[in-house]
């Protein structure tokens, strides 16, 4: 059996890394093309690093690293806080792309690898537009029992799964999201692995507001790409909304999302993604 590495926090002393966030999501970007840092590091350097008071602090971890595909220009590997890695991360994505333009490593039009398949972006300036891997696994309108209360839910997978539930906006804005969002996130319908969770509301013919539980944050987020796409592909197809659509997300800024309501094998999410610092690692911030 292979020994897995532990992580050396001395290697890692002075190693450059870029802080960025995109709708109030923040993550912790590292050009790994190098290859410096080991595959098996990467779930225990993300719960170490994303720990907020304690560490860098953010939503995710993301690795740039050399294509394994001559169609792509990178590929990543994106951990979650708690060390989790997750198929795919609309915002993460965003800010991936704008980080890979800054680096030399892509044009501004690219494509880039994920576990969820290759992913389209188009980065100007600070605003960035990513085209999703295919969503799928479309159900709309099934009941969901959670402590004795029934709702109404909807589910799609696009490029993480998402199940999604609909409130009137006055609802949506007093919803205890973390309480009732851990519940629906590990609920039996969606075993074994989980799911995220939105909570939306229609706000006009082209609009929502969505707040979304994260899985692999467990928490509320202030937006997630990947979710505003889910929300707003299952408006559509319940008839409650017209694309393109304008999400409002938790954290006050809005991602548009584009997509043909009778034809959803291709979706697009647009919005900036932006820098925050550039900084170098301190072995200490491993402790």
């Known amino acids: 059996m292979k020994k897995v590495m532990d992580l050396d926090s001395a290697c890692l002393d002075g190693f450059p890394f870029v802080k960025m966030v995109a709708s109030g999501n923040d993550f912790i970007l590292i050009n790994n093309f190098e290859k410096r840092i080991p595959a098996e590091w990467g779930p225990e350097l993300?719960?170490?690093?994303?720990?907020?008071?304690?560490?860098?602090?953010?939503?995710?971890?993301?690795?740039?690293?050399?294509?394994?595909?001559?169609?792509?220009?990178?590929?990543?590997?994106?951990?979650?806080?708690?060390?989790?890695?997750?198929?795919?991360c609309g915002n993460g994505g965003r800010c991936a792309a704008r980080f890979a333009v800054a680096e030399g490593l892509c044009p501004p039009e690219h494509v880039f690898e994920t576990l969820a398949g290759l992913i389209r972006a188009e980065v100007k300036e600070k605003?960035?537009?990513?085209?999703?891997?295919?969503?799928?696994?479309?159900?709309?309108?099934?009941?969901?029992?959670?402590?004795?209360?029934?709702?109404?839910?909807?589910?799609?997978?696009?490029?993480?799964?998402?199940?999604?539930?609909?409130?009137?906006?006055?609802?949506?804005?007093?919803?205890?999201?973390?309480?009732?969002?851990?519940?629906?996130?590990?609920?039996?319908?969606?075993?074994?692995?989980?799911?995220?969770?939105?909570?939306?509301?229609?706000?006009?013919?082209?609009?929502?507001?969505?707040?979304?539980?994260?899985?692999?944050?467990?928490?509320?987020?202030?937006?997630?790409?990947?979710?505003?796409?889910?929300?707003?592909?299952?408006?559509?197809?319940?008839?409650?909304?017209?694309?393109?659509?304008?999400?409002?997300?938790?954290?006050g800024e809005k991602l548009n999302i584009y997509f043909d309501p009778k034809d959803v094998s291709r979706v697009f999410l647009e919005g900036e993604a932006r820098f925050v610092y550039q900084a170098s690692l301190s072995k200490e911030a491993l402790e």
């Open 127 to 251: 605003k960035v537009k990513i085209e999703l891997s295919p969503p799928h696994s479309l159900r709309i309108d099934f009941a969901l029992d959670v402590d004795d209360q029934k709702f109404l839910a909807s589910f799609i997978n696009t490029g993480v799964p998402h199940a999604v539930l609909f409130f009137a906006p006055e609802d949506l804005a007093r919803l205890d999201v973390k309480q009732l969002g851990s519940k629906i996130r590990f609920h039996p319908a969606f075993a074994p692995s989980g799911t995220n969770v939105n909570f939306v509301a229609t706000l006009g013919e082209d609009n929502l507001k969505v707040r979304t539980y994260e899985r692999g944050v467990e928490a509320e987020t202030f937006a997630c790409g990947t979710g505003a796409c889910a929300s707003a592909i299952i408006a559509a197809q319940k008839g409650l909304i017209k694309p393109p659509v304008t999400v409002e997300t938790s954290g």
């Open 46 to 88: 993300a719960r170490k690093l994303c720990r907020r008071a304690f560490s860098v602090g953010a939503d995710g971890l993301i690795l740039i690293e050399p294509p394994k595909s001559q169609k792509a220009c990178f590929s990543w590997r994106f951990f979650n806080a708690d060390g989790s890695e997750a198929e795919m």
